[in-house]
């Protein structure tokens, strides 16, 4: 089993939907990240967070530290939201260099 | 504007040659990181390095090799040692913490 888990692996919305990735691992963490991966392949960081929830424009990012789960919330999805969205974890117990990261779910939004 | 730089793009080598990655960042971090990527895998390091002078093997050191000669500067050298070299790599950076700021890539293929 994986450490981090991401579901779902592919995901087709269209333009305006409420989209909702979710992410869940197994050790216990100091921090989460949410990543985005454009088309052509650069990474941009959208979050971190350690607790509770942030909110950036259109994203949200909130993180059940109890439940070991953490999602990613898009509203009014755009066309220009389509990428391929990762979730990574710092472990409380890793060097400070260690990320784990999920596989990535891959998201296509549609006109 | 402050940034990483990966280059080149794309890199096409013959079995049995060494090759080596650019990665130079404008952005005064302290911490650098060589990730590879796979296709249906997260991210896995390479190497890292905290300070210039020194850096760390991480969970797939075998058949690559970094310098760390000055703060901007982290170039990965893929060996003939590796036994599968062809994947998209990604450098990365930090200011001492998360949240890391990434590069466009590199993508390898040897034939």
């Known amino acids: 089993k994986n450490e981090v888990e991401q579901s779902p692996q592919n995901l087709t919305a269209q333009e305006g939907e409420f989209i909702t990735i979710n992410c869940s691992y197994s050790?216990?963490?100091?921090?989460l990240h949410w990543l985005q991966q454009h088309p052509g392949g650069g990474i941009v960081s959208l979050f971190m967070l350690s607790s509770g929830k942030k909110k950036h424009g259109r994203l949200i990012a909130t993180i059940n530290i109890q439940e070991k789960h953490s999602s990613l919330h898009i509203t009014a999805s755009h066309p220009r939201d389509s990428a391929v969205y990762i979730c990574a974890v710092k472990s409380r117990t890793g060097t400070a260099s260690k990320l784990t990261f999920g596989t990535g779910t891959r998201l296509q939004v549609t006109l | 504007d402050g940034g990483i730089t990966q280059s080149p793009k794309y890199l096409f080598r013959k079995e049995g040659q060494n090759v080596t990655l650019s990665c130079e960042q404008n952005?005064?971090?302290?911490?650098m990181y060589w990730y590879r990527q796979d296709p249906g895998q997260g991210l896995r390091l390479i190497y890292y390095s905290q300070i210039v002078n020194d850096f760390q093997k991480g969970d797939i050191a075998e058949g690559y090799s970094v310098s760390r000669e000055k703060k901007e500067s982290f170039p990965l050298t893929v060996t003939s040692a590796q036994k599968n070299p062809t994947a998209f790599y990604l450098c990365a950076s930090t200011p001492g913490g998360s949240p890391l700021h990434f590069g466009n890539g590199t993508r390898l293929t040897v034939t």
């Open positions: 952005l005064n971090h302290d911490a």
């Open positions: 050790v216990g963490i100091s921090a």
